[in-house]
């Protein structure tokens, strides 16, 4: 099978297992909205806040740094990569249990969510990050099938006990929390497994660990500044109007997550054909990137557009309470799609190991969407969020794309003459 058709393919399959992962708590929404109150989506959002700041500090983004790294070592050396890539995300979670222990000892609640279940969040994370390396290995093998039947799965699992303990022992946003750490902890355990076998039990190599931590350690602030520009409309929602504002526009958000959901698709298929193209350095490789690029960057508009035609009837489900979220679905799913176009751009300075300029328009990002946010919030009400969201991702596109055209040669202008 030649590597266009083995791509399609994987695309293909990533794409299918994505979406019925996506539409499994889509479609589980009406229930949410019928048995949680705003104020519950709210502390769900800053549940999935948390998680997200954890989750970029385990491990050094191993699961990131697994995609790039794979093309350099044989098989052996490969897996005792992988196994030292275990070491220090199970290493690096044991500083974040000692803060939390601290914070348990200074406060009852941490930013309006009770400190005694950032044990639980630390424990979601963990096991996130388990399964993300475990996911990221199978998508470099090309071991699609494999990773949509595990990600199926998982959620399957997540939304059964969700639902379960919702109706008949925490209606409220508790018992979807604990329907989310079952499944995560029980598929974290089996992916330390599979991943101990494929380590072959080789750890701490300090050599590895030194190249794990290089090439991750700039990525922390690039995750930080990621969660700041994903969450930092809601917490500025809480702020400045309310929890139950941040609550709504959580229901909007999730409706927008479907442009995200097909992005993502896209591109755990690409990034490995990608740089294996970029490894071959052939200009008609080159070449075709860009077209694919330019033509991706359209689909991911045409994508927004049918979004926003589906929206009303898409509200029609899910109650009065919450119709008001309608209004964020078109700014969330802009965002979403300059987020697609700028992974297309990121991918460059991932391959040329360059993840100090990744951390750096990162945080800079995060800046200004703070700075946009608030200025957008004071201005036209919750709606600014959005507003504020979908600006700052697309000044991450375009800067990413100044960066990658001085950094790295391309057939940008579509030349063909080498």
């Known amino acids: 099978m030649s590597t266009e058709l083995k791509f399609i393919k994987e695309s293909t399959i990533y794409l299918v297992a994505n979406v019925i992962n996506a539409a499994i708590p889509f479609l589980l929404l009406p229930f949410l909205t019928n048995q949680l109150s705003p104020t519950d989506f709210g502390l769900l959002a800053l549940f999935q806040m948390l998680n997200s700041g954890l989750m970029s500090l385990i491990g050094f983004n191993f699961d990131a740094t697994i ?19 275990l070491f220090v995300s199970l290493a690096s979670a044991l500083p974040l249990a000692i803060v939390i222990a601290l914070i348990n000892s200074i406060t009852d609640n941490f930013f309006e969510f009770p400190s005694n279940w950032l044990w639980f969040v630390l424990m979601f ?21 494999a990773y949509g039947v595990f990600r199926i799965l998982r959620t399957f699992l997540e939304i059964g006990a969700s639902v379960l303990i919702i109706t008949l022992a925490a209606s409220n946003w508790k018992g979807r ?10 598929f974290g355990v089996l992916g330390f497994v599979y991943l101990f076998k494929v380590s ?16 991750g350690w700039p990525l922390i602030p690039h995750e930080l500044g990621a969660m700041v520009i994903v969450f930092s409309d809601r917490l500025m929602l809480m702020e400045m109007v309310g ?11 999730q409706i927008g997550l479907v442009i ?6 896209f591109n755990q298929a690409w990034v490995p054909w990608f740089y294996k193209k970029l490894f071959d350095g052939k200009f008609e490789d080159k070449l075709s990137i860009v077209k694919i690029t330019y033509l991706y960057n359209l689909g991911m508009l045409v994508l927004v557009a049918g979004l926003i035609v589906s929206v009303p009837f898409i509200f029609h489900f899910l109650g009065r309470e919450f ?6 679905v078109l700014w969330i799913g802009l965002g979403f799609a300059f987020n697609g176009m700028y ?11 360059k993840t100090y300029l990744v951390g750096a328009i990162t945080i800079t990002t995060a800046i200004i969407n703070i700075m946009l946010t608030f200025v957008f919030i004071k201005a036209f009400g919750a709606v600014g969020a959005a507003y504020g969201t979908a600006s700052a991702l697309f000044i991450q596109f375009i800067l990413t794309w100044i960066v990658v055209i001085k950094t790295y040669e391309m057939p940008w202008l579509l030349n063909y003459r080498h």
């Open 243 to 253: 929890v139950d504002a941040a609550g709504i526009y959580s229901v909007g958000y």
């Open 67 to 85: 995609s790039r790294y794979y093309f350099d070592y044989d098989k052996k050396n490969f897996s005792t990569f992988i196994g030292n890539g």
């Open 200 to 215: 072959r039990g080789v750890f701490a190599n300090k050599k590895t660990i030194r190249e794990i931590i290089i090439f």
């Open 125 to 145: 994370s963990l096991s996130s990050k388990i399964i993300e390396i475990q996911l990221s290995l199978w998508r470099v093998q090309s071991r699609a099938t």
């Open 177 to 186: 929390v604990i329907g989310q750490l079952i499944a995560a902890f029980l």
């Open 343 to 353: 992974k297309m751009i990121v991918n460059y300075l991932f391959f040329l190991k």
């Open 323 to 328: 119709e008001e979220a309608s209004k964020f």
């Open 260 to 265: 995200g959901l097909l992005q993502n698709s």
